[in-house]
């Protein structure tokens, strides 16, 4: 499902102009939460790593499907937005997948930017 380079820009400034206090955790929800940490993002050239706006580095893998990899099967990834190589229209083609486990507070707040 690709919604093109406009609505990609839009959800993102939508999701950083959540500021108040009261939405921060949403926020950081939204932005930061990804496991494991493999990905598999459609129109993405060649194997590459990249770094999301919070916690750890990406391995991004070519595909024409999205997927999600790690060390067992079934694992599951929520939102990853994250600073997609230039050249690569595959930004929102990462899927919203519900987690196996809810995460608690103090994981999602290990996802806090440090800026």
């Not at 459609?42 to 790593?49: F, G, K, L």
């Amino acid at each position: 499902m690709w919604y093109g380079e406009e609505a990609a820009s839009n959800i993102t400034s939508l999701v950083q102009s959540l500021n108040s206090e009261d939405l921060t955790r949403l926020r950081r929800r939204l932005l930061h939460t990804v496991v494991p940490q493999s990905v598999r993002l459609q129109d993405v050239a060649e194997a590459t790593s990249v770094t999301p706006l919070c916690g750890p580095p990406l391995s991004l893998i070519p595909g024409s499907f999205f997927t999600v990899g790690g060390a067992g099967s079934g694992a599951t990834a929520s939102v990853v937005l994250a600073d997609v190589p230039s050249g690569s229209d595959g930004f929102l083609n990462v899927l919203t997948i519900v987690p196996d486990q809810e995460l608690g507070v103090e994981q999602v707040d290990e996802w806090l930017c440090t800026e």
